[in-house]
């Protein structure tokens, strides 16, 4: 097996480097458009709630096996699967990540480049009105597109190839408080031109009617989705960790963080589209129709806050896109002993493929559909996010609740409560494997089969 390739020399690097995978379009765009489909507060609340009950414990089973394993996410498992006398084949845990960690990559650099491109349109200014057909335009456009997202793709993978302490760690610590910075001015200014008090209780408010088995779907999903589970990234920061600092304590920052983030980033949306007169439920187009007409009807100053807001989306972007290649690159460079950059550049070819197919669902093969669903973006996105993320996420609680049980050192877990210790690997051994699996089967029978149950 080959070795790390290296560590970071501080405690503050995987903090860093966490949540800057873990924020990302997934707060800013992901969060406000599901709380907003699915009725606001109850979403809210369920999503929090899953955040601490099941994505906090994988979270940390994630990282410990980076940690412990000391390598990729493929060799890691590896390591850890024989010292444990358990099969290679779990493995595949590692393969899984690195597989849905491409495939987002493909369709992650596209809604980026969209970002980028909304950035400069938001800041020429837009007229009242125009917002829906500029949307339908730029969509439609198949070149301009793929500049967008290049620009993005080639420009993270820059920083990939620099290593994870002159590459990742320094552009972490000069992309973070940017974006904390950049996400307090939005809201902010929510605050000062929207409405405020109608966001927070757009936000908070419990509205029961909205309860369906879709709802806690969205959420579960939404929640490790927004925390980087199950792709290989947190194997792979947790394995440049310091030996002195402990998984418990780390996740638990990087998640606080995160959910921090996405309630900030509802509160930055929705007072200013609830106090403008718009609705808040419009999907996926939220951040790009409905925001953009908003900065439409703010005049002026609209084409000021306008660029603003896409900026914070895009530096959210960029540092989860450059997590999203890690556990690629380092698999690579490290099982087939190449360079970063040789490494590099070949997951840049892959994922550039990728986002072409990604780019193509959106115009020229929009009419494609793949089984149920409607092109190959949505296709891409499916089988990564509902279908792999869950599916990876599962094994790997498998793996730590039963197989690693005898292993679980607290010099690297540091958990000191023993109570807290059982009730960890209780929920590693039984709770979220049968949770995430009944959720996902659900998921998967109601998405490509149309079955529904509730
Ligand atoms: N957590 C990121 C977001 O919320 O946008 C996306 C992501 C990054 C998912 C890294 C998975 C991952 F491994």
């Not at 301009?144 to 820059?158: Q, V």
Request: with cysteine; charged share 10%; hydrophobic share 55%.
């Amino acid at each position: 097996m080959a070795a790390n390739s290296g560590q970071w020399n501080n405690n503050t690097a995987f903090l860093l480097a966490a949540t800057g995978s873990a924020v990302g379009l997934g707060n800013i765009w992901g969060f406000p458009y599901k709380a907003g489909e699915n009725g606001g507060g109850l979403f809210v609340l369920l999503y929090i709630f899953f955040v601490i009950t099941l994505g906090l414990p994988v979270f940390m089973a994630e990282v410990f096996i980076g940690k412990k394993g000391k390598s990729n996410p493929v060799s890691s498992v590896e390591t850890l699967a024989k010292a444990s006398n358990s099969s290679k084949s779990w493995n595949i845990i590692g393969y899984g990540g690195i597989l849905a960690s491409l495939i987002i990559a493909g369709y992650y650099a596209v809604i980026a480049g969209f970002v980028i491109n909304y950035g400069f349109i938001s800041a020429s200014g837009v007229d009242v009105g125009a917002a829906e057909a500029i949307y339908t335009a730029e969509k439609a456009n198949f070149w301009e597109m793929t500049m967008w997202f290049s620009i993005f793709l080639f420009g993270s993978g820059f920083v990939v190839a620099n290593g994870i302490d002159k590459g990742i760690d320094k552009a972490m610590r000069f992309l973070l408080p940017m974006l904390f910075v950049l996400v307090f001015a939005m809201v902010g200014y929510g605050a000062i031109a929207g409405d405020f008090a109608a966001g927070l209780s757009y936000l908070f408010s419990w509205k029961a009617d909205d309860f369906s088995a879709g709802t806690i779907q969205a959420a579960i999903g939404q929640a490790f989705f927004s925390m980087s589970i199950g792709m290989g990234t947190l194997m792979a920061f947790g394995s440049y960790m310091p030996s002195d600092q402990k998984v418990s304590r780390a996740s638990s920052v990087v998640v606080t963080a995160d959910t921090g983030v996405a309630l900030l980033a509802g509160l930055a949306i929705f007072p200013l589209a609830l106090g403008l007169g718009f609705s808040p439920n419009a999907g996926d187009t939220l951040v790009f129709v409905t925001m953009t007409e908003v900065f439409a009807q703010l005049g002026s100053i609209g084409q000021f806050v306008g660029p603003l807001f896409y900026f914070l989306l895009a530096v959210a972007a960029f540092s989860s896109m450059i997590s999203i290649l890690e556990p690629s690159v380092a698999f690579l460079s490290q099982k087939f002993s190449m360079t970063r950059v040789k490494a590099t550049s070949i997951i840049m070819a892959v994922c550039f493929g990728l986002s072409l197919v990604s780019v193509a669902g959106h115009n020229v093969w929009n009419d494609v559909a793949i089984g149920a669903l409607d092109n190959t973006f949505e296709a891409m996105k499916y089988f990564a996010d509902d279908f792999l993320l869950l599916l990876v996420g599962t094994g790997m609680s498998i793996f730590v609740g039963w197989r690693l049980q005898g292993a679980l050192d607290n010099d690297i877990l540091g958990i000191e409560n023993k109570a807290l210790m059982n009730l960890w690997v209780f929920i590693l051994k039984w709770v979220s494997p049968i949770f995430l699996m009944l959720i996902w089967t659900l998921g998967n029978l109601q998405i490509l089969f149309g079955i529904r149950f509730f």
